[in-house]
């Protein structure tokens, strides 16, 4: 067996896909993997996968191509899904899951169709995980706050299980094309970066100046002091519901709301 080892992330998988497929290895013969692996077998080969964005954009075109944007859009939510830690016993590595889901796709007479034969285990974990993500996504998409900063730049703070960045940048600079906004990801330490009237693009926050984002703008708190206030004169003591609240706001996304700091 020809294991393809991948940088965990869209790219990164995409590039394993590449790899695996003109490696003419033969599909049955080939796994990829994004995890750190303890032991090795000596029966297997283990091939290192350097991430190229030209061969990631090559795959990424085949697949919108063959299989249309919904699919591809599936797949890439199920690349930046996190996988669990440790690993549930014989689940499937989520590489191999999009590897073996897209051999399949392109057999098929409508590539669009793959995603409906779920009594394949691979495909069935690239539905999983893609709802993982997806979820989560749409949640920040209602639950994400920006707070204008002294510079004047909209400044969010998430804490994702998964790599949701691309797609709240895609579709804040959709709903804010004429604001300079920044989405800080402190789980992943990475952040999308939009300049005012341009596209959006994501990088680490290494050089991160922390300090300078608790610096909001004068009207940016006293807006935070009226909503803290409305926010606790509408609510109804008797009616107060923690355990109903936190099921329609999960705990994890509370603590990055202004009412609830």
């Excluded at 249309?68 to 690993?87: I, M, N, R, T, W």
């Excluded at 730049?153 to 579709?171: D, T």
């Excluded at 680490?204 to 009226?226: A, C, G, H, N, P």
Aim: net charge negative.
């Amino acid at each position: 067996m020809y294991i393809f080892l991948c940088e965990d992330t869209l790219d990164g998988i995409f590039t394993g896909v590449y790899d695996a497929w003109a490696s003419r290895y033969g599909h049955n013969n080939v796994a990829l993997t994004t995890q750190v692996l303890d032991n090795y077998s000596l029966f297997d080969e283990y091939i290192p996968v350097q991430t190229d964005y030209e061969k990631s954009a090559k795959v990424a075109r085949t697949l919108k191509k063959r299989m249309g944007e919904e699919v591809y859009g599936e797949l890439c939510h199920a690349a930046s899904a996190q996988e669990e830690d440790p690993p549930k016993k014989h689940s499937l590595n989520k590489a191999d899951a999009i590897y073996k889901t897209i051999v399949l796709a392109l057999s098929l007479p409508d590539s669009s169709k793959v995603l409906q034969y779920l009594g394949e285990p691979y495909v069935n974990r690239v539905f999983s995980l893609s709802r993982r993500t997806g979820n989560e996504a749409h949640h920040l998409l209602g639950f994400l706050r920006f707070q204008e900063l002294e510079n004047g730049i909209l400044f969010a703070k998430i804490s994702p299980k998964h790599h949701v960045l691309p797609f709240l940048g895609e579709h804040f600079s959709d709903r804010l094309p004429q604001e300079n906004f920044m989405i800080y990801d402190e789980t992943h330490h990475l952040a999308v970066l939009h300049p005012k009237g341009k596209g959006f693009f994501i990088t680490d926050t290494q050089d991160l100046d922390s300090e300078m984002l608790q610096r909001f703008s004068s009207k940016e708190q006293e807006y935070q002091k009226l909503w803290c206030s409305f926010f606790e004169n509408i609510a109804i003591e008797a009616r107060k519901n923690p355990k109903l609240q936190n099921q329609n706001l999960p705990k994890r996304f509370q603590k990055n709301i202004v009412e609830f700091r």
